[in-house]
């Protein structure tokens, strides 16, 4: 994309990444990103605003050209990770005389990342204030958001929060602002499950902080940017601080179908006690899908056929995943069939340390399943309905 104004002397000058399919080589990307870098000019300085991924530097540089840039005072880098510093290397070896703003903790990240010198690199302290000459910077420390360097900074003058990954999305398209909320509702809850959710425990804080502050415009490094805050701000605090909804998560493997007419029967019969369930069958589904389903549930039921003595990997792989995003579940489960004996239960709990969870009692049975396997079955639904109740989810 060419250059676009957000609002005078402030330029939109990223790239958008229309083709990227998978994020650290983990995650899916169905709707592409984009790398946003934000250019300030002032009557005195001239500042940039995270730089970009390294493949799209010369959509950057082209950009910076457009505007006729010729020096670059201060590169502000609110976050140390690749796909908003990848590019620093380029940009000081075209502006050299451009100094490196970024936290305390960022720096040694950056050295070690991209070899940026220690001297081109200036460290800013929490609520730092750096004038460009008409406008203002005031630097905000937000660790963890996506790493313990991460920060915000807030351009006084024209109310605009630039928050890096934070409230962003991975989402390519050609407008700068967020034109349709439902759109961008979905791929920035899949963004929040996927590089937020592990640590919502700081997320409050980071609201708290931002509340006194008068916010126009969020210009986040990932996504359309956001002339209405409060639709973002108001989706953030509902999945971090929102209680869990009346929602069954149930990801889950069948390799000769014992456990999928287990999955089928039990759906059902959550569903008839008014449960929504979320299924996932994990040799086919988008893990990004299931990372959103689990911002809201309350339980989650793992479905899995006994594979060499412990849980199918596909569902290892679910199980693994839950733990380490963290999710605000309250209950789970295991439903399953095993032909002569294992220790999958055992294996499937020690995988989710990190999770507070009530074990409500398993369903896991010997071949397929019999009249008295789907009576067991009718036993955890409702066993799941009276949990729910009791916690005035149902
Ligand atoms: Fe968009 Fe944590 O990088």
Redesign the pocket.
């Known amino acids: 994309m060419k250059p676009r104004m957000l609002k005078e002397n402030v330029h939109s000058v990223g790239a958008v990444d229309w083709d990227r399919r998978l994020f650290d080589e983990l995650i899916p990307l169905p709707d592409g990103t984009s790398?946003n870098s934000y250019l300030i000019k002032s009557g005195e300085k001239t500042a940039l605003i995270d730089t970009v991924d390294p493949t799209m530097t010369a959509v950057l540089m082209r950009n910076l050209d457009e505007l006729n840039i010729r020096k670059i005072d201060y590169v502000i880098a609110n976050?140390a990770?690749?796909?908003?510093s990848g590019s620093l290397p380029a940009v000081l070896s075209r502006f050299p005389e451009a100094t490196v703003v970024c936290t305390p903790k960022c720096k040694p990240m950056l050295t070690d990342l991209l070899l940026i010198p220690e001297h081109k690199i200036k460290a800013v302290e929490d609520g730092e204030i750096l004038s460009l000459g008409d406008k203002t910077l005031e630097f905000i420390h937000a660790p963890w958001v996506?790493?313990p360097e991460?920060m915000f900074t807030y351009l006084r003058e024209d109310r605009i929060l630039f928050t890096?990954?934070f409230f962003?999305s991975h989402l390519a398209t050609t407008d700068l602002y967020v034109t349709n909320e439902a759109a961008v509702y979905e791929g920035a809850k899949r963004y929040y499950a996927e590089?937020m959710m592990p640590f919502r425990s700081v997320i409050p804080k980071h609201l708290e902080r931002i509340k006194p502050l008068q916010i126009d415009i969020i210009a986040t490094?990932?996504g359309p940017i956001y002339g209405r805050p409060k639709f973002i701000i108001d989706a953030y605090t509902d999945w971090v601080m929102g209680e869990p909804k009346n929602i069954v998560v149930l990801p889950y493997t069948s390799m000769h179908g014992s456990t999928r007419a287990m999955v089928e029967y039990f759906v059902d019969a959550l569903a008839v006690r008014g449960i929504t369930v979320k299924q996932f069958d994990m040799a086919r589904s988008d893990i990004g899908k299931l990372a959103m389903a689990l911002v809201d549930a309350a339980t989650i039921v793992v479905g899995t056929p006994q594979v060499l003595f412990g849980p199918h990997p596909n569902v290892a792989h679910a199980v693994f995943l839950a733990n380490v995003l963290h999710p605000k579940l309250k209950f789970a489960s295991v439903i399953g069939s095993y032909g002569w004996g294992g220790k999958m239960l055992e294996q499937i709990t020690a995988m989710i340390p990190n999770l507070k969870l009530e074990l409500i009692p398993p369903v896991v049975i010997k071949g397929y399943p019999k009249e008295e396997d789907y009576k067991a079955l009718e036993r955890l639904a409702q066993a799941i309905f009276e949990k729910h109740k009791e916690s005035h989810l149902a």
């Open positions: 790398y976050h990770e690749q796909d908003h996506h790493w991460t890096c990954d962003g590089i490094s990932h």
